[in-house]
Every structure is written in structure tokens, then in C-alpha cells.
């Protein structure tokens, strides 16, 4: 898939499954450099639009935050990046990742405790429905309690 010839937008995300907008956006923000224009004024990308962008879509599948890649990004545009700094980006974001894994275990837990609870009747009895009102009151700010729930969904 090498590019010997610019290409258009369009092409570029259609090889690298990247929206055309998220492709301004990225070059807006810095991430992918500008590309040539054609003489009509046409984007013009080429190979190392295509290692950037395939290497940032991919960073964001993984979970990467757009500023650890331009971290990363930056550590390799000025050649002076070491492994180190790579292996710490890496680890603090094997870290966050391990956060996330035992947030969802918890969520997984309680959605499932919940649906256990459900017999499958009205509304109106709902302890999953109910649950998540409840949920909501232990917020800053409030919410719903199970009572005005009930009280606002038969109306005035």
C-alpha cells in the first residue's frame, strides 16, 4: 500500500478507515502535518500521511489519548526519543487501561445484580429502573428519587 503519488483525502480515508473530517482535524490540531496542495488546491497525501494516521488510528483503538500520541509523536519527530520514554508512556497507560478494566468489572457487577432483580414485569416495578433513579439522587446535583420518579411519569 506505498504511495508513490499524493492522494486525495477521500483515498487516504478510505486506506486508513479514518473519517475525512477526523483527517482535517488531526491536521488542524497538529497531528498529521499539512499536506501539499495540488495546483487546483486539492489535499495532496502521501506515504508519511499515511504511517501517521494509520499509527494514530491506531493508538486510539488502543485507547491512547490524542496527547499521548502527540507525546509519542513528538519523541519521534525530533528523533530523541529513547525506549524509556516510550516504555513510561507505555506503563502509565497500561495503568490507566487497568483502572478502566476494574471500573467495568464493577459496572459488569452491578448491571448484573440489577438485571437479577428484574422479573420482567411493568415499569412501574422495575428494580432496574429503579436502581438507576437511585444511582442518580447520589449525585453532585441530585436527581430523581425513586418517588418522584414514579409521581413525574404519571404526570400532573
Known amino acids: 500500500m ?3 503519488t499524493g492522494v486525495s483525502i477521500g483515498a487516504l480515508s478510505k486506506r486508513t478507515g479514518v473519517n475525512i473530517e477526523t483527517i482535517r482535524f488531526y491536521e488542524r490540531i497538529g497531528v498529521i502535518p499539512a499536506p501539499e ?3 487546483g488546491g486539492f489535499r495532496m497525501y502521501r ?6 494516521l494509520s499509527f494514530v488510528r491506531r493508538g486510539r483503538e488502543l485507547g491512547f489519548s490524542l496527547a499521548d500520541l502527540r507525546g509519542l509523536l513528538r519523541l519521534v519527530d525530533g528523533h530523541a526519543y529513547t525506549c524509556a520514554q516510550v516504555r513510561a508512556m507505555t506503563l502509565q497507560h497500561v495503568a490507566e487501561t487497568r483502572r478502566k478494566i476494574a471500573d467495568l468489572r ?3 457487577r452491578v448491571m448484573s445484580d440489577m438485571a437479577a432483580k428484574c422479573t420482567g ?3 412501574p416495578d ?4 429503579d436502581a438507576m433513579f ?4 447520589n449525585s453532585p446535583g441530585g436527581g430523581l428519587t425513586r418517588g418522584s420518579r414514579r409521581q413525574d411519569r404519571r404526570g400532573p
Not at 437511585?134 to 439522587?137: L, T
Open 37 to 39: 496542495r495540488s495546483p
Open 2 to 4: 506505498r504511495l508513490t
Open 47 to 52: 506515504e508519511d500521511h499515511l504511517k501517521r
Open 121 to 123: 414485569r411493568r415499569v
Open 126 to 129: 422495575c428494580p432496574i429502573i
Open 134 to 137: 437511585d444511582m442518580g439522587s
Open 106 to 108: 464493577r459496572l459488569e
